[in-house]
Nanobody
């Protein structure tokens, strides 16, 4: 079982930047997909971005495309989300996840971190 731990959340003004990190530990082998999801109060968890571990191919939600960049460091077993031009509507708890399918559906990701709060003030 893999363990995922997020870090890097915080409070930032609109237009600012934050970088989230996800450290993976435990058993991990084969090609898999790592993703970022977010959940705002009263809303469902939504897809933000994903990256395929071996090839590095990426996919982004339309709402963050051009502002967020997902990356991974295979040697360090970490994944990051660089968030630029942040907007108040980006405010949410951000979760790191791992799955086996190229999907935007949270239900297909079997491992989750505890989440990190991102708050963007206007």
């Amino acid at each position: 079982q893999v363990q995922l731990v997020e870090s890097g959340g915080g409070l930032v003004q609109a237009g600012g930047s934050l970088r989230l990190s996800c450290a993976a530990s435990g058993r991990a082998s084969g090609n898999y997909v790592m993703g970022w999801f977010r959940q705002a109060p009263g809303k469902e968890r939504e897809f933000v971005a994903r990256i395929t571990w071996n090839s590095g191919s990426t996919d982004y939600a339309d709402s963050v495309k051009g502002r967020f960049t997902i990356s991974r460091d295979n040697a360090k077993n970490t994944m990051s989300l660089q968030m630029n031009s942040l907007k108040p509507e980006d405010t949410a708890v951000y979760f790191c996840s791992r799955g086996s399918y190229l999907s935007r559906a949270a239900s297909l990701y079997g491992s989750w971190g505890q989440g990190t709060q991102v708050t963007v003030s206007s």
